[in-house]
């Protein structure tokens, strides 16, 4: 299985980025996707999840600004992010894990945002 995350770029504060990642290299579609950024100097973080069903969480540092979806037939997650501010800007990485056989955990290779003020 593997991810592979797009999206990411510069944009100024206020502004608006579509992160979209993919999953290929399997027929076993994951049961939860989730956003993860990680800041310079700082932990990863959980950003938001989706899981198979549709049901999604999200850090409260994003609540209100982000939303995490998915495509219909579960191989893409996406994540909309508006009104970003300064403190948006990180590395984000696209995970996704299935909890039933074949069970499996995948990270994506990271897309830098960078909101400038």
């Known amino acids: 299985v593997q991810l592979q995350a797009s999206g990411g770029g510069l944009v100024q504060a206020g502004g608006s980025l579509r992160l979209s990642c993919a999953a290929s290299?399997?027929?076993?579609?994951?049961?939860?996707w989730s956003w993860y950024r990680q800041a310079p100097g700082k932990q990863r973080e959980l950003v938001a999840t989706?899981?198979?069903?549709?049901?999604?969480n999200y850090s409260d540092s994003v609540k209100g600004r982000f939303t995490i979806s998915r495509d219909n037939a579960g191989i893409a997650v996406y994540l909309q992010m508006n009104t970003l501010t300064p403190e948006d800007t990180a590395v984000y990485f696209c995970?996704?894990?299935?909890?039933?056989?074949?069970?499996?955990?995948?990270w994506g290779q990271g897309t830098l945002v960078t909101v400038s003020s």
């Open positions: 290299g399997t027929i076993f579609r994951p049961n939860t």
């Open positions: 995970y996704a894990a299935r909890r039933v056989g074949p069970t499996y955990e995948k």
């Open positions: 989706i899981t198979r069903v549709g049901s999604t």
